[in-house]
């Protein structure tokens, strides 16, 4: 990638950049939204219309929660595409020098880990609703690709969550990581994605 002229170290590019911060806002969204909703609609302890308890509330509300889970997911899977793409052309802005190799290397296989997941889990949620049959996001209606398969789909989404697990786990790495990086190593590699004009 170019350097900046209004920096003083080679950072991501200002499309890199907005990737980024736009897919992390998303994740931050869609985690707590899909583990909510999931609670609301199949253990929330409620009551039917004839007042006997159940488990889970099928309203607008729930509908409304799950569509909008469906189609930011979607939007996630197509802005990783874009995003890796965009990274396998035009690359990444050289490491901190000052930063041990090792350490580089680490933090390599956390990015890759997590692109990884970030392609992985959103295909699966598209399969489970595929094989699940639950293909209406708002009043839409997604393709079908494949014949309906319950059991398949109770077992897709066991992986959609562990996927999603597994996400929450690398992402505490990474942002523990960039804290390091600022506050503890005072280095310059956090920089390099919230670049600080040099005067
Ligand atoms: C990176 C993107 C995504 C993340 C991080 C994510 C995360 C999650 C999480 C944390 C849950 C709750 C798991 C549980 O408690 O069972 C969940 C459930 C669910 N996700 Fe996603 N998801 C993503 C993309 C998608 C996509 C693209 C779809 C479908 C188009 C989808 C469909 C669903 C559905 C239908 C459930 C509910 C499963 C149930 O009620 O048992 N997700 N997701
Ligand atoms: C407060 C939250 C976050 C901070 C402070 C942060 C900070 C950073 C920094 C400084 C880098 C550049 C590291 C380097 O090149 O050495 C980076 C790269 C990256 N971040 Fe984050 N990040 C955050 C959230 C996230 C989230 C939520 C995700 C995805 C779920 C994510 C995925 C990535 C990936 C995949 C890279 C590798 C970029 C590349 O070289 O292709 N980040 N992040």
């Not at 992402?171 to 990581?177: P, S, T």
Request: aromatic share 12%; charged share 20%; hydrophobic share 50%.
């Amino acid at each position: 990638m170019a350097q900046d002229p209004k920096y003083d170290l080679p950072t991501y590019t200002p499309t890199a950049r907005g990737l980024h911060w736009l897919l992390a806002l998303l994740i931050f969204i869609q985690l707590p939204l899909g583990f909510y909703m999931s609670y609301r609609g199949n253990d929330m302890p409620s009551v039917d219309e004839k007042g006997q308890p159940v488990k889970g509330v099928w309203d607008a509300l729930t509908g409304f929660l799950y569509s909008s889970h469906k189609l930011i997911g979607l939007i996630v899977l197509a802005l990783v595409v874009w995003r890796l793409l965009y990274r396998l052309t035009r690359g990444a802005p050289r490491s901190d020098p000052t930063v041990p190799p090792a350490l580089t290397g680490v933090s390599h296989l956390v990015h890759w880990a997590l692109y990884a997941l970030l392609l992985v889990v959103p295909i699966l949620g598209f399969l489970a609703i595929s094989y699940g049959d639950y293909l209406d996001v708002f009043n839409f209606r997604l393709p079908a690709f494949v014949d309906k398969n319950e059991d398949l789909s109770k077992e897709i989404f066991e992986w959609h969550e562990t996927g999603a697990i597994l996400i929450i786990a690398f992402v505490v790495l990474h942002i523990a990581a960039a804290i390091y990086h600022r506050f503890l190593r005072k280095d310059r590699v956090v920089e390099r994605m919230i670049p600080k004009r040099v005067a």
